[in-house]
């Protein structure tokens, strides 16, 4: 089975850096996805971690710890267009990403 | 161009009613899924299909029927909708699916409000 927890909510300020945690319990694990989805609109693809370490893609990187259960979304230099949630999915044996709640950003001026 | 493709984007109808959601991806893709998104902006997977074949089918309702002519197109019936069928529907697809044995990424189309009265 799969279970993913992630935060309902968070709030930065334009300009900051903030942190989105994830952790997982999946069987045959083998990878974690980040979307992000805005309001109204469809997700779409941010990352994707299979090995152990920091991957980084312009203002955008994203971690994961294979031993721990836990990856975690990092975005530096946020801007107002960055409000939107933001899903976590891990994929086990059926190779089907399973997707959490989300995580709501709220980015304020 | 549009890759994901779904229609309607809205659709109101009463309790009872049948109704079928459209989706077409000009990817290329082997793998199309449909997922439900509810209020609480839960996204969960209801079916995929691999080349034209059922791959997952978790637990929904037998109401729910999906129909794939080719590989480029999954569609989604609904017998005897229900209150709790409100959602939104995102259709999806990726390359490979769980076939290849790895997880590919997965293109959404723009989703289906569905509303039932």
């Known amino acids: 089975g799969q279970n993913i927890d992630q935060p309902t909510e968070m709030t930065a300020t334009e300009g900051a850096i903030v942190q989105i945690n994830c952790t997982y319990q999946?069987?045959?694990?083998?990878?974690l996805f980040w979307y992000q989805q805005h309001a109204g609109e469809a997700p779409t693809f941010l990352s994707y971690?299979?090995?152990?370490g920091l991957e980084e893609k312009g203002r955008f990187s994203s971690f994961l710890s294979r031993s721990k259960g836990y990856s975690y979304l990092l975005l530096k230099e946020l801007q107002m267009k960055d409000s939107a949630s933001y899903l976590c999915a891990s994929s086990g044996g059926s190779y089907i990403p399973t997707f959490g709640r989300g995580t709501s950003l709220i980015v304020h001026p | 161009d549009t890759a994901v493709s779904q229609t309607p984007k809205y659709l109101v109808t009463q309790m009872g009613n049948d109704k079928s959601i459209k989706c077409e991806q000009n990817?290329?893709?082997?793998?199309m899924y449909w997922y439900k998104q509810d209020s609480k902006k839960f996204l969960k997977i209801m079916f995929s299909y691999n080349n034209k074949e059922l791959i997952i089918n978790e637990t929904v309702p037998n109401r729910f029927s999906p129909k794939s002519p080719d590989k480029a197109h999954l569609n989604l019936h609904i017998n005897s909708l229900e209150l709790g069928d409100s959602a939104v529907y995102f259709c999806?697809?990726?390359?490979?699916?769980?076939?290849?044995?790895?997880?590919?990424?997965?293109?959404f189309g723009p989703g289906t409000r569905l509303t039932v009265l």
């Open positions: 990817l290329g893709h082997d793998t």
């Open positions: 999946t069987s045959g694990f083998n990878g």
């Open positions: 999806a697809s990726s390359q490979l699916g769980g076939t290849g044995g790895r997880t590919d990424t997965q293109y």
């Open positions: 971690n299979v090995l152990d």
